[in-house]
């Protein structure tokens, strides 16, 4: 959870839910994709944002709900497991 909304690691693609206040629940939204071969192994809350890890394959990603982008964490940071 970071700010007021859940966020899933299914395979390659990173999900949103709607705001955990609303009214009533819906369906995850697609939000992010990281990339064809890779798999989402963690996501966890970093500093207002969503670290994402796909184990030994990929840099350590980082969603940002305000710039709706991912990025890298740091060049050749790789990790399977994350703690926010």
Known sequence: ??????YVGIGRYLYRSVALNAGAWGS?????DVGAG???TDVAAYAGKVAVCCGSTKDIQVWDP???????????????????
């Open 38 to 40: 890779q798999s989402i």
């Open 28 to 32: 995850l939204t697609q939000i992010a």
């Open 1 to 6: 959870v970071v700010g007021n909304v859940v």
């Open 66 to 84: 305000g710039a709706g982008a991912l990025s890298s964490f740091s060049a050749g940071e790789r990790g399977t497991v994350a703690i926010g």
